[in-house]
């Protein structure tokens, strides 16, 4: 208890000196209790990483010193998948479980790791040395199979490297001695373009904002054409000018790093080799809007970059490039902060990850207000992906032309593809906006292809008739995913996948989310089992349409997308596996007696339901069925 209480009293003194660095002026501050309180969520990702749980006593203190109700702290543990009130034990290893990964034997190989550690998934083993579970897309699609270990990735998995991982488990063997290249990741850029191949010198773009004016050059920005690249799209240079327009006495830049969406790994390898592009970016729109604080929202998965990241940072300040009077500017003042998440896809969603910036359940806002007038601590608060901030700050060196010079008139500039599944040469691929399907299938050497899911989970999927259609907002418009299916997959595995998927990331806030999304999974478990009618699948139909038009956020409503796209472009994996009857009950409860059945050793015909047991004339039970 007494180490406890030091180790938080040392998190406490990291944040005063956060808010001391920042200062209150201009931030939105109005101490360091309150900058306390905001970093709930941080002060607890702390606490899980250095004892693999948060125990009663940890939250009791967080309760004493932040003045925050322990209902309220529990909420927010039990809101993330990577925090927990029970101990997980010296080694915590959560094995990917998206498709791609399965598609590559993720799931004999999380089955085999759990034998010889002789442990049950997702149970603390009973020496408390390891616990093994599964975990949504780690963003290594390109190189699974993958897994976390305490936070670090390791990728490339196969059965000679679970055996061994299985000894360093069993010999108590530190993450730091076990071998460098299982945590190493590539960045596996496969082809460039403008973005990746035309470099700035750090610095250039803040040099351009000091030299001109904010109207100038969000202008400029504006007729480059700029959209969002998170999957949006909404025009960069709008957003930004209406949270400069806003009136308020502090405004705040976000770097939306949580890139969950099931197959989309490109912000990795900019977060990765083209951070401070990226820190350019947010410093150039904190001097266009008046932005005194920013935030990068970091992804628990991406744990193993933060070091990396806080290093760029503090570069950048000894550069005066970040911190006070930034080029010797005075009044110019911005400085940034890493958050991190902690396993929840609904984070990518704007308003929800200005919620956990707050320290609280990703739960997203209605909206109106949007962030740009009511963000982070009710302030003007813009909030753009990795890629925008990169392109932006190129813009603003390069000129708009320079961005038009790519792309097509109505989506202008490039876009990166996130290429996972069946094809020879998974990985980053730059290309210009309009790029059809079919040229980015040779390019990545996939042959005999069935499908392409294009923008992840959420987004659509495209059978061979339409691979001439191309990648632009105004088609087929992705955030980066872009995952192939050959025809030997079966197609309802992904369904399956996807399904699950959302019923796990759901906050729970709505009844069409959170309801929906379990009657949907469970109705798709029926069809891949085989006891669907076509009575069942115009209620899938019927529920993903509720979904869609009732639910609270996007998630809700894109959650059925999977469902209702590949209903109507492949039927035929579908109504192969329907039952030949009208209507089958969805619940089987002879089915569900069997365990009971097996413990009493019966299986004559009354320990079955439909029969009931019939005296015969000298009062003795019989079998005859009713």
């Known amino acids: 208890m007494k180490v406890l209480k030091y180790f938080i009293s040392d998190m406490f003194s990291d944040c005063e000196s956060l808010h001391d660095r920042f200062g209150p002026g201009g931030t939105g501050y109005g101490g360091s209790e309150e900058h306390a309180r905001l970093n709930l969520l941080q002060f607890l990702i702390a606490i899980q990483k250095q004892y ?55 799931t004999g190989l999380f089955e085999q790791l759990c034998s010889i550690l002789d442990v049950e998934p997702g149970q603390t083993r009973n020496d408390g040395r390891v616990c093994v579970g599964l975990t949504s897309c780690t963003g290594i699609c390109d190189q699974g199979p993958a897994m976390l270990v305490n936070g ?34 590539e960045n596996n850029i496969k082809r460039v373009d403008i973005l990746l191949s035309d470099m700035i010198i750090h610095g250039s773009a803040i040099e351009k904002m000091i030299a001109s004016d904010s109207t100038t050059l969000l202008d400029s920005l504006e007729e480059s054409g700029l959209r969002g690249r998170g999957g949006a799209g909404f025009i960069t240079a709008m957003k930004w000018r209406f949270c400069r327009d806003a009136k308020a006495d502090a405004r705040y830049v976000v770097c939306n790093a949580d890139e969950g969406e099931p197959g989309t790994f490109k912000d990795r390898v900019l977060l990765n080799s083209y951070a401070d592009d990226v820190i350019e970016g947010m410093t150039l729109c904190a001097g266009l809007i008046g932005a005194k604080k920013g935030f990068i929202y970091l992804r628990g998965e991406y744990f193993y970059l933060l070091d990396a990241l806080e290093a760029t940072i503090q570069k950048r300040r000894d550069e005066n490039l970040l911190g006070k009077n930034i080029l010797r500017n005075q009044g110019l003042d911005f400085d940034i902060e890493i958050h991190l998440g902690a396993g929840a896809y609904i984070c990518g ?144 595995d ?45 209620e899938m139909s019927n529920i993903a349409r509720v979904m869609q038009q009732s639910s609270h956020c996007g998630l809700g409503a894109t959650a059925p997308n999977h469902v209702l796209d590949t209903m109507e472009k492949f039927p035929q994996i579908y109504m192969q596996r329907l039952a030949n009857r009208g209507f089958e009950p969805a619940f089987d409860l002879d089915a569900a007696l069997e365990e009971s059945r097996q413990i009493t050793g019966r299986d004559d015909a009354g320990a079955h339901i439909g029969y009931e047991p019939l005296l015969d004339d000298a009062g003795d039970q019989r079998g005859d069925a009713s």
């Open 52 to 106: 693999s749980h948060i125990s009663t006593e940890a939250i009791e203190l967080l309760h004493e010193r932040l003045n925050i109700p322990v209902s309220q702290i529990e909420g927010v543990i039990d809101f993330y998948t990577f925090l927990h009130k029970q101990p997980r034990g010296e080694f915590d290893i959560l094995f990917s479980d998206s498709i791609t990964d399965r598609m590559l034997g993720s």
């Open 152 to 185: 670090r990735v390791i990728s490339n998995l196969d059965n000679s490297r679970i055996e061994h991982i299985a000894e360093l488990v069993d010999a108590a063997t530190p993450l730091e001695e076990w071998p460098d290249e299982y945590f190493r990741v």
């Open 349 to 492: 969603e704007e308003s929800a990850l200005i919620e956990s910036l707050e320290g609280k359940r990703g739960i997203p806002r209605k909206r109106p207000p949007f962030p740009v007038t009511n963000g982070y601590r009710d302030r003007p608060t813009v909030v753009s992906n990795v890629e925008t901030f990169i392109a932006a700050a190129k813009i603003a060196v390069f000129g708009a032309d320079w961005f038009k010079s790519a792309g097509t008139d109505s989506s202008s500039g490039t876009k990166l593809l996130s290429i996972s599944g069946d094809c020879e040469r998974p990985g980053i691929y730059e290309y210009p906006f309009g790029v059809s399907v079919k040229q980015i299938l040779q390019d990545c050497g996939a042959e005999d292809v069935q499908a392409v899911q294009v923008a992840g989970a959420a987004g659509l999927t495209v059978p061979p008739t339409e691979f001439e259609r191309t990648i632009a907002f105004d088609d087929l418009s992705t955030a980066g995913s872009f995952m192939v299916f050959n025809k030997q997959r079966e197609l309802m």
């Open 494 to 538: 992904m369904v399956m996948n996807f399904a699950e998927f959302f019923c796990h990331e759901s906050c729970g806030f709505c009844t069409p989310c959170r309801v929906g999304g379990q009657l949907l999974k469970n109705l798709v478990n029926k069809v891949v089992v085989g006891h669907a009618t076509g009575l069942d699948l115009e």
